[in-house]
């Protein structure tokens, strides 16, 4: 039972190719995230959808868009990849209640790690 | 602005032993605190969480977290420490007077490394 599944899990491409990831979350949550890990581990986020809306898009290249076609699948395209693209993305999902309180606790899918040769 | 800072690039410690993983964090309102665990080649995986209430945080393996207002410090603990404790751990804030957006900011990171 993956709650946060991730494909590919590895991505090896030439630069100029342009790249999809493809993330789904069976746990009914209404918020997801991409994130990026840099080569010194480091965490970013780079954009969320809540119900399908753009909440946070933060400094990213336009080369990069995420598309939510459901409340379960937030899938990123990156167009004409580049050397510092490479990195291991992440994506998660939470439950972010408007109303009241929210547990918010984020759920990370297992990564996917892309090279760009 | 929000940031989390740990200040310690790694952590060793011997099997059997106390462990401490520092982490602390600047917000402007009332912080949600999270740690999360990373292992080899592995996504990250959620251990506990602050939101409000007792200082003390239980969380999954054995793991503690102590919140300190005062210190604006989440220090992850565990009593005994054991080899396969071994991982990243990551350090997470969220300001939960911002905007409903579930916006998570890690800090950079501490490898622990426990030797038997």
């Known amino acids: 039972d993956t709650a946060v599944s991730q494909t590919p899990k590895y991505l090896v491409t030439q630069m100029g190719n342009d790249k999809s990831i493809k993330c789904e979350q069976n746990?009914?949550?209404?918020?997801m995230y991409w994130y990026k890990q840099d080569s010194k581990k480091f965490l970013k986020i780079m954009f969320s959808?809540?119900?399908?809306?753009?909440?946070i898009n933060e400094t990213v290249p336009n080369r990069f868009s995420p598309k939510s076609p459901d409340k379960a699948h937030l899938n990123l395209h990156i167009n004409s990849l580049e050397l510092g693209d490479s990195a291991v993305y992440f994506c998660?999902?939470?439950?972010?209640?408007?109303?009241?309180?929210?547990?918010?606790?984020?759920?990370f899918g297992p990564g996917t790690r892309l090279t760009v040769l | 602005a929000q940031s989390v800072a740990q200040p310690e690039d790694q952590v060793n410690v011997a099997e059997g032993n106390p462990l401490t993983v520092k982490c602390t964090y600047s917000v402007s309102g009332n912080p949600y605190l999270f740690w999360y665990v990373q292992y080899p080649n592995r996504g990250l995986q959620f251990l506990l969480k602050y939101i409000t209430g007792d200082n003390l945080v239980k969380g999954s393996y054995g793991f503690e977290a102590e919140f300190n207002k005062s210190q604006t410090s989440f220090h992850l603990k565990k009593p005994s420490a054991l080899v396969s404790d071994s991982a990243l751990y990551f350090c997470a804030v969220r300001d939960r007077s911002s905007s409903n957006t579930g916006k998570l900011i890690f800090g950079q990171g501490t490898t622990l490394q426990v030797k038997p």
């Open positions: 746990l009914g949550h209404d918020t």
């Open positions: 998660a999902s939470s439950q972010v209640t408007r109303a009241g309180g929210s547990t918010d606790t984020q759920y």
């Open positions: 959808y809540n119900n399908k809306e753009l909440i």
